[in-house]
């Protein structure tokens, strides 16, 4: 409820409300101010325009907290992998309090919005300027607070995967345990995205023409939001890969043994119930290495089914094209 009252304050609604006390309670000439552009469009394009605007601050808001929850949630499933258990998993994750690096983003992207403003009209009064301020002031630093949550909980599983782990046998678990980083890392990932899905989607369908700068912007969010989720990948993936390579060495190293043929001593035309026990237990043992030859084979490099790759490159994809989509259709039709 906090989350949402927030959001009414620092968009729309709330400079309705600002507006109309400013007005002497104006209802005309305020929705006129406010919302005429926005009424002005087809009610399907207006109407997800004011949810989108409004749904982003919800969204941004709720994350701050939701963020550091996910990490929680999967702490006591990193902490067996670790000779320290969970104390080692908070230590890991605990640059996610640092304030300095929230406090210099939020002053950098408070800059960068600031210098996007239009030129604010003569006729703004004290409570115009208070939610233009809390826009300046409060929500960059929401904004600088989410991506560094991502930043951090990405980092976190970074250090952890390049540290010495306990795995758990592959038999036992073809991921070796190391699925719940995975987990952590496309959560955190998926959720990031999430936020610039809302964004993409307003700046889609605003009808004025956007800054080139801010679609730049969202250009570079959208590319370090996918490149910073390899950053941890790999590490893992390569221990897993390490992993599956030393089970495939020491299962080739049996295989002199399993298929070494029978010595019989003294061979007779009809063989000994000892000669078939023995035939049976070889045969039985191909088997068995040949099953976990299979099993190696198979087994997964990456702590996540693989189809979650396709899914981040597909949203990069979409959210670069549309992006430059936005772009175009500023350049060539609404310049």
């Given at each position: 409820m906090t989350c949402?009252?927030?959001?009414?304050?620092?968009?729309?609604?709330?400079?309705?409300?600002?507006?109309?006390?400013?007005?002497g309670g104006d209802w005309n000439q305020t929705v006129a101010a406010v919302f005429g552009g926005a009424f002005a469009l087809p009610l399907w394009r207006s109407i997800p325009l004011i949810i989108l605007s409004v749904g982003f601050d919800v969204y941004l808001l709720w994350l701050v907290r939701h963020?550091?929850?996910?990490?929680?949630?999967?702490?006591?499933?990193?902490?067996p992998l670790r000779?320290?258990?969970?104390?080692?998993?908070?230590?890991?994750?605990?640059?996610?309090y640092w304030r300095l690096p929230v406090i210099g983003l939020s002053a950098a992207f408070g800059l960068f919005f600031a210098l996007l403003l239009e030129p604010i009209p003569s006729d703004f009064g004290f409570f115009?300027?208070?939610?233009?301020?809390?826009?300046?002031?409060?929500?960059p630093f929401v904004d600088a607070q989410v991506?560094?949550?991502?930043?951090?909980?990405?980092?976190?599983?970074?250090?952890i995967g390049r540290e010495a782990l306990r795995l758990r046998p592959a038999f036992e678990d073809p991921m070796l345990g190391l699925r719940p980083l995975g987990s952590l890392a496309l959560g955190a990932t998926f959720y990031?995205?999430?936020?610039?899905?809302?964004i993409i989607a307003d700046v889609t369908l605003s009808p004025d023409p956007v800054r080139p700068a801010y679609l730049a912007f969202l250009i570079v969010l959208v590319l370090f939001g996918a490149g910073l989720?390899?950053?941890?990948?790999?590490?893992?993936?390569?221990?897993?890969?390490?992993?599956?390579?030393?089970?495939?060495?020491?299962?080739?190293?049996?295989?002199?043994?399993?298929?070494?043929?029978?010595?019989?001593?003294?061979?007779?035309?009809?063989?000994?119930?000892?000669?078939?026990r023995d035939l049976l237990l070889r045969t039985h043992g191909i088997l068995l290495h040949r099953e976990e030859e299979r099993r190696i084979q198979t087994l997964p490099t990456w702590p996540f089914e693989t189809r979650a790759m396709t899914r981040i490159a597909a949203i990069t994809l979409t959210g670069v094209v549309a992006v430059v989509g936005r772009a175009a259709v500023d350049y060539?039709?609404?310049?």
């Open positions: 949402i009252i927030l959001a009414l304050l620092a968009t729309g609604p709330g400079y309705f409300l600002a507006h109309l006390i400013e007005s963020s550091r929850l996910h990490i929680a949630r999967y702490a006591k499933e990193i902490a000779a320290d258990g969970e104390a080692g998993v908070r230590r890991i994750f605990g640059h996610l115009d300027f208070l939610i233009v301020g809390l826009n300046l002031l409060f929500l991506i560094w949550n991502y930043v951090a909980t990405v980092w976190g599983v970074h250090r990031f995205f999430g936020a610039l899905a809302i989720l390899f950053l941890p990948l790999i590490s893992i993936h390569r221990l897993m890969v390490a992993e599956k390579r030393r089970a495939s060495i020491t299962a080739s190293s049996r295989a002199g043994e399993v298929y070494a043929p029978l010595m019989v001593r003294n061979p007779t035309s009809e063989p000994s119930l000892h000669e078939v060539f039709l609404l310049r």
